[in-house]
């Protein structure tokens, strides 16, 4: 019996370490093109948005920018990932997103190249965040849905798009998650 209990504990354990390795291996683009992945934010508390410039929920930008400022020093980052899925709030290019981002909203925190996070062109970070196997599944709702990653890499939040960055709830969240 107690070899079938430390057999299970460690497939638990092995399972759930290889998903938070695949999670940290999934291959991202920079808005600038240039190869990354969340493995660049190893050991952070990370805090995944997909974003978009001509959504009611745009603003949010301004919100994601103060808590980046100031939790970033104590280890958290937050990361954009524009998104043109819904109402195709966000036609433009990288370099314009970039641009608009920069001079809109003084956005300092990483942003990432322009995808997917629902239908057959999900991008493998959205599906692995949100997909049947996820840890916290179901389809993305709308812009500025977010996930908030823990420092060994596993999610352990998700916050619909209508809840603002400095909500208490997300504020909580990221301040735990940095202890």
């Known amino acids: ?101 920069s001079l809109k909203y003084k956005v300092t925190f990483p942003m990432f190249d322009k995808v997917h996070v629902k239908g057959p062109e999900q991008s493998p970070l959205y599906a692995a965040l949100s997909g049947p196997d996820a840890k916290l599944p179901g389809d993305v709702k709308w812009n500025f849905g977010k996930f908030l990653i823990g420092k060994n890499g596993e999610v352990i939040a998700r916050f619909e798009p209508g809840m603002k960055p400095e909500n208490p709830e997300i504020v909580s969240a990221i301040e735990t998650a940095l202890k």
Do not use: R
Request: charged share 15%; with cysteine.
């Open 1 to 101: 019996m107690q070899t079938f209990l430390l057999a299970g504990i460690l497939t638990v354990a092995f399972v759930a370490n290889a998903m938070t390795a695949s999670l940290a291996e999934i291959p991202l683009k920079t808005i600038d093109g240039t190869d990354a992945s969340l493995k660049d934010y190893a050991g952070k508390v990370v805090l995944i948005v997909n974003v978009a410039s001509k959504c009611g929920n745009t603003p949010q930008y301004a919100e994601l920018e103060t808590l980046y400022q100031k939790y970033s020093p104590q280890g958290f980052v937050v990361l954009g990932f524009p998104c043109n899925d819904f109402g195709a709030q966000e036609p433009g290019t990288n370099e314009q997103i970039k641009e608009f981002c």
